[in-house]
């Protein structure tokens, strides 16, 4: 079964160019999840989508992000206008039940995109 | 106080060591919690589930401590390839809350 798809694995851009980052979650899990990780905070829930709905966009880091979720295999998380203390790892990662997890049915994480920003 | 807590290590150990790592959750609502593995720039993995009683799983063992809020993992018999860092999650049962990945504990197996 294909997990979670992210891309680009790889980004490298400039300050102030926008950048658009897309995730396919695993078929049949309703909940979505953008996160960051950085070493020094670690891994960060930016936000929480159920049912293609956002539920938690608090993790949000300021209006230069926005993340939508048009369909049940589609959500992009862009970053407008980009700037160097943007560059991290961004994983995106669904679930079979929200935000919730249980044994046997927990979270799942795409490969990242490595996003820095020059 | 963060929500959870792990030592950051890193732990540098012999192949063949036993290690344990102890993570604290500091939400009482807390209802499952989880073991999760993530290699050098790659995605975090589930390892293990962790149960009230206790549970293994080949060489890992994960328990659980309500009362004082912690879980734990051991590692008996280190290999190189248990190289990693590894992250704690704590999922609540009520909304309100999140589930909340801990910062993660880096592990060295030196042969």
């Known amino acids: 079964d294909a997990g979670v798809i992210q891309s680009p694995r790889h980004e490298v851009t400039e300050m102030g160019q926008e950048v658009t980052l897309r995730c396919k979650p695993i078929?049949?899990?309703?909940?979505l999840f953008w996160y960051r990780q950085t070493m020094m905070r670690g891994l960060e829930l930016l936000i929480y989508?159920?049912?293609?709905?956002?539920?938690?966009d608090s993790g949000m880091p300021e209006d230069r992000f926005s993340a939508k979720m048009p369909n049940a295999s589609f959500s992009t998380l862009k970053i407008q206008p980009s700037e160097p203390r943007d560059s991290a790892v961004y994983f995106c990662a669904s679930s079979p039940t929200g935000m919730y997890l249980r044994p046997g049915n927990t979270i799942y994480f795409g490969e990242g995109s490595w996003l820095t920003v020059v | 106080r963060k929500e959870v807590e792990q030592d950051p290590g890193p732990f540098n150990v012999p192949e063949g060591a036993t290690v344990a790592f102890n993570c604290t959750y500091s939400n009482s609502a807390s209802q499952s919690f989880f073991w999760y593995r993530q290699d050098c720039r790659k995605e975090p993995k589930l390892l293990m589930s962790v149960y009230s009683s206790g549970n293994e799983d080949g060489r890992f063992t994960a328990q659980l401590n309500r009362a004082s809020q912690y879980i734990s993992l051991l590692i008996r018999d280190s290999k190189l390839s248990d190289s990693a860092t590894y992250l704690c999650?704590?999922?609540?049962?009520?909304?309100?809350?999140?589930?909340?990945f801990g910062a993660g504990t880096r592990l060295f197996v030196k042969a």
């Open positions: 999650v704590v999922s609540p049962n009520t909304g309100g809350f999140k589930t909340i």
């Open positions: 078929s049949g899990h309703n909940s």
């Open positions: 989508f159920n049912n293609n709905v956002p539920i938690d």
